[in-house]
């Protein structure tokens, strides 16, 4: 058992019952103040611990890290330090913030010092993002794609259960959560047009996803495969991965998407470590007909997040749209990094894999709006009397997941992004 995932550790911070960030979660992310630049912190309860200033006050001095490390721009260098240096480093701060340890408790001065709220903060981008590559995982969503679209994909079920399928998505144009966007233009065809038209998206949608983040590089030809996956994966977060459906029919054939997704995808700030998430561990979906060798693996491997997804105008309340859990995927992480990995391809520290759209059985549990409005065929109804089959300038999506079990709560924060209307 990992010490710091204990269910009885308590902190001397207090920590709302609600809260994603309670002492067994510890997610690491990077912050800024108004007085302060970039550096990496921690998250408890709702404040923010600084380990720049805790490593200069000594706490971290077992570690012999590096100032720099700390008073960065991005995790990578952190993460490359590895991760049995991470996993101790997270055990150190859970015992500095246990109740029963008056090392940092008892110390006014330097608690003054480390310790910021949340509210005072600016998250940054969590990681810098070298290579960025989304997967199309879940087996309702396939299914309901194909039966909405009478997509080529639904006829490709049976050849798609032996491999997870991947597509290679554009790393610069991921925005942490709380950073609007303009909604994109592109070309777009009318049913009773022969030809095609340049200008706005109409059909713009929000995609349910998680991330997992490279924790570890690989040389090129080497292999990870699925027993392995874990040591190669740093942690996770929660993504939305905005698409211009009307966009993407135009160009989906061959190649697949292109300016239909690389105008916007949005990350959660706060990188849950994947040793956070160990006691929320499940079993995966029934993969029938049985994988290839290169796949199989043993355990459960899949994870229970629950995650959920609200839609927000402008000046208006939530809605709560979709309520789904990461459980349903199909194909774990750990199979979609051997599949990857499979033809030699090297990854690097600060690499992202998302998980593609997560849909459950339910019609409540579809992770995008194309699925819950049978492709626009439908609407869905908001508190204030509005209607939407896909998304409208000045609405707010925001993504939420946490894990919960024996009364303990790891969350993810949010993954929250505003469009704006097109340039």
């Known amino acids: 058992m990992i010490k710091a995932n204990d269910p009885s550790l308590q902190s001397w911070i207090e920590v709302q019952p609600d809260s994603d960030f ?9 912050f800024k103040t108004q007085s302060s630049n970039l550096r990496v912190g921690i998250a408890i309860g709702d404040q923010v611990l600084d380990l720049s200033i805790l490593n200069k006050l000594g706490f971290l001095d077992d570690f012999k890290i590096d100032d720099s490390v700390f008073t960065n721009q991005y995790l990578n260098d952190f993460i490359a330090l590895g991760k049995p240096l991470c996993r101790s480093l997270r055990q150190r701060i859970s015992n500095l913030l246990n109740i029963n ?38 087996i309702e969503n396939t299914s309901n794609e194909g039966t909405v679209l009478c997509s080529p994909v639904h006829e490709e079920i049976p050849r798609w259960k032996y491999q997870p399928v991947g597509a290679h998505g554009r790393a610069s144009s991921v925005i942490v959560s709380g950073t609007s966007f303009h909604r994109p233009k592109g070309q777009t065809k009318l049913a009773d047009s022969e030809l095609p038209v340049f200008g706005p998206s109409k059909l713009l949608d929000f995609e349910l996803e998680t991330a997992f983040i490279i924790g570890k590089q690989t040389q090129l ?3 990870v495969s699925p027993s392995e996956a874990d040591d190669y994966i740093f942690g996770l977060a929660l993504f939305n991965d905005w698409t211009a459906l009307d966009i993407q029919a135009s160009e989906y054939t061959p190649l697949g998407s292109f300016l239909s997704k690389n105008f916007a995808s949005t990350i959660s700030p706060w990188i849950v470590t994947l040793d956070a998430l160990e006691p929320f561990r499940t079993a995966g979906c029934k993969q029938e007909p049985k994988v290839l060798p290169y796949l199989e693996y043993t355990g459960d491997k899949n994870i229970d997040i629950k995650l959920e997804v609200s839609i927000q105008p402008e000046n208006g309340e939530e809605n709560t749209v979709c309520t789904s859990n990461y459980k349903f995927i ?5 199979q979609q990094l051997a599949h990857h990995t499979s033809n030699g391809c090297n990854i690097n520290i600060g690499d992202l894999m998302t998980s593609g759209t997560i849909s459950g059985p339910m019609h409540d549990s579809y992770g995008s709006m194309q699925e819950l409005t049978e492709n626009g ?47």
């Open 22 to 30: 309670p002492i067994q979660n510890l997610p690491f992310g990077i």
């Open 377 to 423: 065929t439908k609407h869905i109804k908001l508190k204030d009397g509005t209607e939407r089959k896909f998304i409208n300038d000045n609405d707010t999506i925001i993504i939420r997941g946490y894990c919960e079990k024996n009364g303990i709560r790891i969350g993810f924060g949010e993954a929250k992004g505003k469009v704006l209307e097109a340039l």
């Open 330 to 334: 199909y194909w774990t992480m750990e």
């Open 101 to 138: 340890n008056p090392e940092l408790r008892d110390n006014k001065e330097a608690r003054y010092k480390v310790l910021i709220y949340r509210s005072n903060v600016q998250m940054q981008m969590p990681v810098k993002i070298g290579d960025y590559t989304s997967f199309y995982s879940s």
């Open 221 to 223: 030809g080497k292999t």
